[in-house]
Structure formats: C-alpha cells, structure tokens
C-alpha cells in the first residue's frame, strides 16, 4: 500500500494546531475506538471528543466505521496514519531489497563454493618441507560466508513481511465482534 499523499492548507494546519486532536491521531494508531473509549482513554468529556473528531473527519484524517452495530467506531484513514507514520512503506521496502540481495549473495557464494574445481593431482611438497599435502578445493569461507548471508537475508525478509502484514492489518477495520466494548 502507497502512503497517501498529505496537501498541507491553512484548514489542515488548523485541524493539527490542537494537542487534543493530536493526542486522539496517536490514541487511534493503536486500534479503532468508540468515542468514550476515546473520551476515557483522554480523560476529556464526550462532547468535547465528539468535536474534535468531526474537525479530524472534516479533515480526512479520521474515518467513522458505522457496520450496523449500536456503536460507531473512530478509525484513521491512509492519510491520517500517513501523517503520524510517514514512509513507513519505504523502511519495509529497505529491509525486504536488503534481505534479498543477502540471500542472493548467499546461494552466490554457497554456488561458488559448490562448483569450485577441486585440484585432482597431488600437491608438490612445501618448500622446507614438513606438513602432509593437502588438495585445492573450494576456500571453507565461502560456505560460511554464504550459510552466513542465507541466515541473515532469511531474516530481513522475513522481519519485512511480518512489519507489511502489521501494517496492512493496522489499516483494516478489525471484526467488531472480535473487539470487547467497555
């Protein structure tokens, strides 16, 4: 998912010069809300959360999430996580191409290592003698190197895609019925 694009006016600096409205953006990053979870999360009156979401909705920053049950629950829209989380798309993409490129160098080097000519004919002797003749082969770290980079490019990536799925996730409306109101 793109980061949504964020066109700054004066109405947009209006909506995010109040703390109350940016302490409700920070409260919704979490999980979509009720206006009194809001309100007692706050420690603000409803009337008073009630006004600061319809400036934050005006604004498109908030979503109300009305599925047909007795509550209505407070979500941030793309543009609204992309004001608090901005380019949180761009590290995801960072750790994914560097895992990648560190499994690739990885099956290069375990390849490399793999398909090395191993020298057939005996090893002269060294000179001053001494020490039993070993055959050329393919140098041991490549291999190390090459489980090494495997190991770490199996991480990244996989770091990468549990923080996509975490932030797909976080832009859905999660099931109401799975949520407990209080």
Same mark, same amino acid.
């Given at each position: 998912?793109?980061?949504?694009?964020?066109? =700054?006016?004066?109405?947009?600096?209006?909506?995010?010069?109040?703390?109350?409205?940016?302490?409700?953006?920070?409260?919704?990053?979490?999980?979509?809300?009720?206006?009194?979870?809001?309100?007692?999360?706050?420690?603000?009156?409803?009337?008073?959360?009630?006004?600061?979401? $319809?400036?934050?909705?005006?604004?498109?920053?908030?979503?109300?999430?009305?599925?047909?049950?007795?509550?209505?629950?407070?979500? =941030?829209?793309?543009?609204?996580?992309?004001? =608090? $989380?901005?380019?949180?798309?761009?590290?995801?993409?960072?750790?994914?191409?560097?895992?990648?490129?560190?499994?690739?160098?990885?099956?290069?080097?375990?390849?490399?290592?793999?398909?090395?000519?191993?020298?057939?004919?005996?090893?002269?002797?060294?000179?001053?003698?001494?020490?039993?003749?070993?055959?050329?082969?393919?140098?041991?770290?490549?291999?190390?190197?090459?489980?090494?980079?495997?190991?770490?490019?199996?991480?990244?990536?996989?770091?990468?895609?549990?923080?996509?799925?975490?932030?797909?996730?976080?832009? $859905?409306?999660?099931?109401?019925?799975?949520?407990?109101?209080?």
């Amino acid at each position: 998912m793109e980061p949504a694009d964020i066109i =700054l006016t004066k109405d947009t600096f209006e909506v995010l010069a109040s703390e109350t409205r940016l302490d409700i953006l920070k409260t919704l990053t979490t999980r979509r809300m009720t206006i009194t979870e809001l309100a007692d999360n706050l420690n603000l009156a409803k009337s008073t959360v009630h006004h600061h979401l $319809q400036r934050l909705a005006d604004a498109g920053f908030v979503a109300a999430g009305d599925d047909g049950h007795a509550w209505v629950y407070y979500a =941030l829209t793309p543009e609204g996580r992309a004001l =608090l $989380q901005p380019h949180g798309g761009a590290r995801i993409r960072i750790l994914l191409a560097a895992g990648l490129a560190s499994l690739a160098g990885g099956v290069c080097a375990l390849a490399a290592f793999l398909t090395a000519p191993v020298r057939e004919e005996p090893v002269p002797p060294l000179a001053g003698g001494g020490g039993i003749p070993v055959p050329e082969g393919a140098p041991v770290e490549l291999l190390v190197a090459g489980i090494a980079l495997m190991v770490i490019g199996f991480f990244l990536v996989t770091y990468a895609c549990v923080r996509w799925r975490n932030t797909c996730a976080a832009t $859905q409306f999660p099931d109401p019925a799975s949520e407990e109101v209080t």
